[in-house]
């Protein structure tokens, strides 16, 4: 869209103003000839047309033309300016999620008959993300072994999102959560209300490693948890969950109360199982 105040805009505008003027002058027969005053205007009227001829490489005046030009310019500096500042949101939102940037389909194993269907339903998760944002959100439970690619394949569609939508990601550990809220790692009250509301509104919550070894959860931590999903249900913001626990060992790791509120997602189980994808350190590869 062009401005109307650029001052090309109005010249070019002013121009064709007077130039109906004087077509209209040209009307009465004798009407330049006896005023030296119009005439020597419409000199200088032809001179500024001849620059602005010379400037558009335009070899004849029309200014229809000359507008439809400039709005192309403008607009592909527009649309130039949104690529810029659209790459630059998405490495701000990446940085802000804390990926892995190794996290990506595209180094995933497409052939590993272990990872086609878990790719495939990530894949769908992606593409029905917009939907569950209207619908109560939507949930992944990614579980499996240790090393499996549990976070590989959350930290995938995140980037995803990111790339894709421009989607607001928190990757997080439990663990690290539990430190920050109940540990005073953050000390100050307003900054952990801040961080518990970044919690409850981020487009997409990833909590990693929930229950990590552990067979029972803390009350008062399964109690936050349960509070945050039903939360984030109510605000239709989606989640993932990665455990190393199977839905059974979950349900009794975490307990009826979070466990829940997992289940009014209507979540996608997602079950990794292999060897080791992580790569070996030196000779040893146990």
């Keep these: 869209m062009t401005d109307p105040h650029d001052p090309l805009r109005q010249e070019l505008e002013e121009i064709e103003a007077k130039r109906q003027r004087i077509a209209k002058a040209k009307a009465k027969q004798d009407l330049r000839i006896h005023d030296p005053e119009l005439s020597q205007h419409v000199g200088g009227l032809l001179e500024r047309i001849r620059r602005l001829q010379a400037q558009t490489g335009g070899s004849q005046y029309d200014y229809e033309t000359l507008r439809k030009e400039y709005d192309a310019k403008a607009?592909?500096?527009?649309?130039?300016?949104?690529?810029?500042?659209?790459?630059?949101?998405?490495?701000?939102?990446?940085?802000?999620?804390?990926?892995?940037?190794?996290?990506?389909?595209?180094?995933?194993?497409?052939?590993d008959p272990a990872l086609q269907y878990p790719m495939e339903t990530a894949r769908y998760f992606i593409s029905g993300f917009e939907h569950w944002e209207k619908s109560g959100g939507g949930c992944m439970l990614i579980y499996g072994d240790y090393g499996t690619g549990k976070s590989t394949l959350a930290g995938a569609v995140a980037h995803e999102l990111i790339a894709l939508h421009q989607k607001s990601v928190i990757f997080q550990q439990w663990a690290s959560v539990v430190d920050r809220l109940f540990f005073n790692v953050i000390q100050d009250q307003e900054e952990r209300n801040q961080y518990r509301r970044a919690l409850e509104e981020v487009d997409l919550l990833i909590i990693d490693e929930v229950a990590a070894n552990r067979t029972k959860m803390a009350e008062s931590q399964s109690s936050f948890l349960g509070h945050l999903l039903r939360r984030r249900r109510n605000l239709s913001k989606s989640v993932i969950i990665i455990t190393n626990h199977s839905p059974q060992s979950l349900h009794q790791a975490i307990g009826d109360f979070s466990f829940e509120a997992i289940k009014a997602f209507n979540p996608v189980d997602i079950h990794l199982s292999g060897p080791s994808r992580r790569p070996s350190i030196g000779h040893y590869n146990g």
Excluded: G
Aim: avoid cysteine; hydrophobic fraction near 40%; charged fraction near 35%.
């Design 75 to 111: 607009n592909a500096e527009v649309r130039e300016l949104q690529k810029t500042a659209r790459q630059e949101r998405i490495q701000k939102l990446i940085a802000q999620a804390d990926l892995n940037p190794d996290w990506i389909f595209d180094k995933m194993d497409a052939t």
